[in-house]
Every structure is written in C-alpha cells, then in structure tokens.
C-alpha cells in the first residue's frame, strides 16, 4: 500500500521513515502539510526536535510493530 494511503492512520504513532536516499528516520508521526510530514524526534538527554520531510523525499512509512511478551524480561 503507497505510504499516503497509511498516513491518516498512523498521525500520532510511532513510526519508521524509509527516505529515498536510502536513510532511515524514526519518531512520531505528528501530521503532514504543505507537501511535508512533521515528525517528532529524539535527540539526546531529554531532548527532542520536530523535523519535516518533503513528501518527495520519502519511500515508505510503517508503523513500529507492538512488543512481543516473550520478549521483555
């Protein structure tokens, strides 16, 4: 499915970032305009930044999969 379709579900949500120059950026995914998705992410300590990404510039958008119970502790 073309990551435009997912976008209005994902607002809000914690997701991964498959950009076209092969990089990859995660964070929350706070909306999108202008021809630009606005995502929260962290930097260090308690710091955090909200970048934007021209719409050209992406590939794909997923969501972070949930915990695996046999995977904690």
């Known amino acids: 499915m073309p990551w435009q379709q ?3 579900n994902l607002i809000g949500q914690p997701v991964g ?10 964070g929350i995914l ?11 992410e962290y930097l260090y ?3 955090f930044a909200l ?5 050209q510039m992406i590939q794909d958008i997923n969501p972070f999969p ?3 119970p046999h995977t904690i502790g």
Request: include cysteine; proline fraction near 3%.
């Open 30 to 40: 706070c909306g999108a305009s202008g021809g630009q998705i606005f995502v929260v």
């Open 51 to 55: 970048k934007h990404y021209d719409e």
């Open 6 to 8: 997912k976008l209005s």
């Open 66 to 68: 949930p915990c695996a």
């Open 45 to 47: 300590q308690s710091q």
């Open 17 to 26: 970032i498959s950009l076209t120059n092969g990089q990859g950026v995660s």
